[in-house]
């Protein structure tokens, strides 16, 4: 079962989830958990004949609402808590065979609206202090089922990568009286060369200091800390961006891309943090067409990366990718 | 856009969420959304929210509320 288990060397949580060994894996055509369930077919995780967009927690959740107790005792140096949280799965087809990329934007922009809603809804627990919405897409990123599904974690605590980032432009804005990320925006216009797509509300760039060769941030030009706090306009300029962006990944070498797709966004501990501000980030594996970005020696242990290209160079290839 | 939703429990215990856009679902779809029995209980989490809810248009200066809930980590 699930807890949570101290890290003093490195002052982080580690989660076990030892249940997850046993999750559906690869399941052929006729047992696809995610597709809708059809009169007479195998009952799959979603009781109607077909669907729009479904949410409902994971079957094989790392967090739970309840959570069990730990299977051990913690120590002072090393303390076990219960793994309370929320794991919830995100569907936006019933096609199997689909990916958000071809989906029409009044669906993407369906999507942004649940995002949203579900951020509202899961910031609302005591116990969450962090809400992670992401999208694991192919094989080579480690999915365990080919229907196209996003995913949202509701940690009961502020994971690592959030917490140092929130912490830089805390000490950005303590330092200068300004924002990191409006800072790096304005400089990213300003320069150009790593822009690869923008509209009136998100600009989308491989960052100057891009891990992966096709790293591509999406940055909110409105001073929004979370994606609940977007009117309708930016929740279309949104759609659009995403799509495009997407789309040309898929563009890029004439082939479904696989990612990972996340959100930044604010800590839910009713703290101010107009200092930080939304972004979306994709992390696409592939430096070439058939070459994989492993994480190894310098980037798995020392968490130092070592990108095997210039981000002026990808973003302009990208730029000039036609996104349809 | 205006989306509605209808949250079921399962046997085990967990939540699914159904969410239906008018403006975009087929007519498959809708029938379907329609067809959907929501659970008559509202559920204690993730919030005690009634069924067959509609997700809010965002306000005019899209500022939702960062709740009050203490800043310590777990």
Redesign the interface.
């Known amino acids: 079962m699930s807890e949570?288990r101290w890290n003093p060397t490195l002052e982080e949580?580690v989660i076990t989830a030892t249940h997850r060994q046993d999750r559906t894996f690869f399941p052929p055509p006729g047992y696809n958990p995610l597709a809708?369930t059809q009169p007479g077919g195998f009952p799959t995780?979603?009781?109607?004949?077909?669907?729009?967009?479904?949410?409902?927690?994971n079957?094989f959740p790392s967090l739970r609402?309840e959570a069990p107790e730990p299977s051990l005792e913690g120590t002072e140096l090393m303390p076990v808590?219960p793994a309370q949280g929320?794991c919830e799965v995100v569907c936006y087809t019933p096609d199997a065979e689909g990916e958000l990329a071809r989906l029409?934007v009044?669906?993407v922009?369906?999507l942004v609206?649940?995002w949203?809603?579900r951020?509202?809804?899961?910031?609302?627990?005591?116990f969450v202090?962090y809400i992670y919405i992401f999208e694991n897409k192919g094989k080579e990123i480690g999915v365990t089922l080919n229907h196209p599904h996003g995913q949202i974690y509701?940690y009961?605590?502020?994971p690592p990568i959030a917490e140092k980032e929130v912490g830089a432009a805390r000490r950005y804005f303590e330092r200068t009286g300004r924002n990191v990320y409006a800072d790096i925006l304005q400089q990213e216009l300003k320069d150009g060369r790593r822009v690869v797509s923008q509209n009136a509300h998100f600009v989308a760039v491989v960052p100057f200091y891009a891990r992966y060769p096709y790293e591509v941030h999406i940055l909110a030009r409105?001073e929004?800390t979370?994606i609940?706090?977007?009117?309708?306009e930016?929740?279309t300029a949104l759609a659009q961006i995403l799509k495009i962006v997407m789309e040309k990944y898929n563009n890029l070498w004439n082939r479904s891309m696989p990612y990972i797709m996340l959100m930044h966004q604010?800590p839910?501990?009713?703290?101010?943090?107009g200092f930080y501000r939304f972004h979306i980030e994709f992390y696409p594996p592939y430096r070439t067409p058939d070459k994989l970005k492993y994480l190894a020696g310098s980037e798995a242990g020392a968490g130092a990366f070592i990108n095997d290209t210039h981000a002026e160079v990808t973003a302009q290839t990208l730029r000039e990718t036609a996104p349809l | 856009?205006r989306?509605e939703?209808k949250l079921?429990l399962?046997e085990?215990g967990?939540?699914?969420?159904?969410?239906?856009?008018a403006?975009?679902?087929?007519e498959?779809?809708s029938k379907?959304?329609a067809?959907?029995a929501a659970e008559a209980t509202p559920m204690s989490?993730?919030?005690a929210?009634e069924t067959g809810a509609t997700?809010n248009?965002?306000?005019?200066?899209?500022?939702?509320s960062?709740?009050?809930?203490?800043?310590?980590?777990?």
């Open positions: 949570l949580w809708p995780e979603i009781p109607a004949p077909t669907y729009e967009i479904v949410v409902f927690e079957k609402r808590l929320v029409p009044s669906k922009e369906e609206y649940v949203a809603d951020f509202e809804e899961l910031e609302a627990h005591d202090k509701a009961p605590f502020v409105g929004r979370a609940s706090e977007f009117d309708s930016e929740r604010r839910c501990d009713g703290t101010d943090y | 856009m989306l939703k079921i399962k085990d967990r939540y699914l969420v159904f969410y239906h856009s403006e975009s679902a087929s498959e779809q379907a959304f067809e959907v989490a993730p919030t929210q997700v248009e965002p306000s005019a200066n899209g500022r939702g960062a709740g009050n809930k203490g800043a310590a980590n777990v």
